[in-house]
């Protein structure tokens, strides 16, 4: 008997592991040369947990929690969740921000603030009693300038499948620069007008953001695919390929 009860605990506690997981995966990408579109076949979004202390909504208010939501959810409240190009852009998750640009002679030229063109939505959270949980997102690319983000409040994750690649996020859509040193990435000493990132911000593939969740509070999930023109690898023909982004929330 002690060893059938010890057997259910530990099958009870595997249950709780894992609470919730979000999966988005885009297929079929075409970089083409003349620099201004990336077409994205697919997005599939998933979300449970095993024993509904966690609860998921796709809009955060009245009686659209779920212990699942669906992509059909995510579509009913995200207008264009999934574009039919990606755009090349410049990403500064620590103000949320994204820079549209084109790609002229190798070098990202920025032109403004891009609300299309990437993937971006939002899932929201809540607890039925407090508790901690550790947010753990997994980026996997085979496009090298292909990245994932995740931001909740000031947590905020870059992801790219090479762990450790960076590059200069663009701060200010009025950016004038030359590729000096012909890197094809307009490094901070090389602007001469507007606002780079003073330092590269570097990449990582996966990595985990601890959230204290309050009884009832609503928390908000923010999820970015994009494509970021201050890349090297942002030039020419990219073949066919597929990226993923899974998030999982696990109860501490």
């Known amino acids: 008997m002690k060893k059938a009860s010890r057997k259910r605990a530990l099958m009870s506690a595997l249950a709780m592991l894992i609470v919730s997981a979000i999966s988005l995966s885009s297929a079929t990408f075409a970089w083409f040369s003349s620099g201004n579109a990336v077409g994205v076949d697919q997005i599939e979004a998933t979300v449970s947990n095993s ?3 966690i609860l998921i909504s796709a809009t955060g208010v009245g009686d659209t929690w779920k212990t699942q939501i669906s992509r059909a959810d995510l579509e009913a409240v995200t207008t264009n969740l999934l574009p039919t190009t990606l755009i090349p852009v410049s990403a500064t998750l620590s103000k949320n921000q994204f820079i549209a640009g084109s790609i002229t002679d190798t070098v990202f030229k920025a032109t403004g603030d891009a609300n299309s063109g990437f993937v971006k939505y939002t899932v929201f ?9 550790d947010i753990t997102p997994t ?19 870059l992801l790219n ?48 953001i601890q959230l204290e ?40």
């Not at 959270?125 to 949980?133: D, F, H, N, R, S």
């Not at 950016?175 to 490094?187: E, R």
């Not at 023909?237 to 998030?247: D, G």
């Open 161 to 208: 499948a090479n762990a450790g690649r960076s590059y200069y996020p663009i701060d200010d859509p009025s950016l004038i620069a030359t590729d000096g040193n012909t890197n094809d990435i307009i490094d901070a000493s090389e602007a001469t007008a507007g606002a780079l990132g003073s330092v590269q911000t570097a990449t990582q593939a996966t990595g985990t």
């Open 125 to 133: 959270i809540k607890a039925t009693t407090a508790t901690t949980v």
């Open 139 to 157: 980026f996997n690319s085979t496009v090298a300038f292909v990245y994932g983000g995740v931001v909740q409040d000031t947590n905020r994750l």
């Open 51 to 53: 024993d509904g202390s």
């Open 213 to 252: 969740m309050a009884e009832g509070t609503v928390y908000p999930i923010n999820v970015y695919v994009w494509a970021e023109g201050q890349d090297a690898a942002c030039r020419g023909v990219v073949l066919p390929s597929t990226s993923s982004l899974v998030l999982t929330i696990v109860k501490q």
